[in-house]
């Protein structure tokens, strides 16, 4: 909940500026405006054709109807929005969004054309517990259930603990490998190797230009879902040039 459609133009444009064709040719990136300001953006990037893809925050699973408030699939769709955030760790811990509805949001968003980047982490409670594969898997399982093995195949899981959720805490390098491991190995499980190896999974939680090339450069991380650091473009692009050296 951050930057007006103003504010967002202006972080839109100098993202942009600061970032290179080699950039854009190594790496995928996608900006994820609040919805006041997704139609602003979403010009911005199509009248200075700048290959970022737009992405929305969150979506309902509904494709219209009394749902006051809520954003739906064909909405963010007709705005060519590409990517949109499911089950954000805050979402699931401060509204109170179940797998069920996670599972939804997944299947509405790829139903309306988008690719769904599916959140999924576990509490400090549960990783002191030991218990955060078993959480982390039980939830990609949750998300995934009855989805295509090419949807799958197609879509972005990220792991983000939530007790790295905005604590300027992050993962240990060999930990954000070792749980998108144990990803890979859940989705292979499910849906089989082709969509192991072809679903990204991304790492996300205090995610900065300091410590982006350490958390990326596990095998089995193939991104990252960055936070309050992108609300700086420099820092933002300093990710992205990171993501471009591994």
Avoid at 87 to 98: A, I, K, P, Q, W
Avoid at 161 to 167: C, L, N
Avoid at 181 to 194: K, L, T
């Amino acid at each position: 909940m951050h930057l007006t459609h103003l504010e967002a133009i202006a972080v839109t444009q100098k993202l942009a500026a600061s970032l290179g064709r080699d950039d854009y040719a190594e790496v995928d990136v996608s900006i994820h405006p609040a919805f006041t300001a997704l139609r602003s953006v979403q010009t911005t990037l199509e009248s200075d054709h700048l290959p970022i893809a737009l992405g929305a925050q969150n979506v309902h699973w509904e494709q219209q109807g009394a749902v006051t408030g809520e954003i739906s699939p064909p909405m963010l769709a007709k705005l060519n929005v590409s990517y949109v955030i499911v089950g954000h760790s805050e979402r699931r811990h401060l509204l109170g969004e179940t797998d069920e509805m996670v599972h939804k949001k997944v299947t509405a968003t790829l139903a309306a054309g988008m690719i769904p980047i599916c959140c999924v982490g576990e509490t400090l409670e549960q990783r002191e517990a030991g218990e955060s594969t078993e959480v982390v898997v039980g939830q990609v399982a949750a998300a995934l259930d009855g989805v295509a093995p090419d949807a799958v195949a197609g879509l972005v899981l990220a792991y983000e603990p939530v007790w790295a959720i905005g604590t300027g805490r992050n993962a240990h390098p060999d930990d954000a490998q070792s749980m998108a491991a144990a990803v890979r190995a859940a989705v292979a499980g499910s849906h089989g190797p082709d969509a192991a190896q072809r679903v990204r999974i991304q790492y996300g939680g205090s995610v900065n230009p300091d410590n982006a090339a350490e958390l990326l450069a596990g095998p089995d991380v193939d991104g990252a879902l960055v936070g309050g650091a992108s609300l700086d473009p420099t820092k933002l692009a300093a990710v992205v040039r990171a993501a471009r050296g591994l």
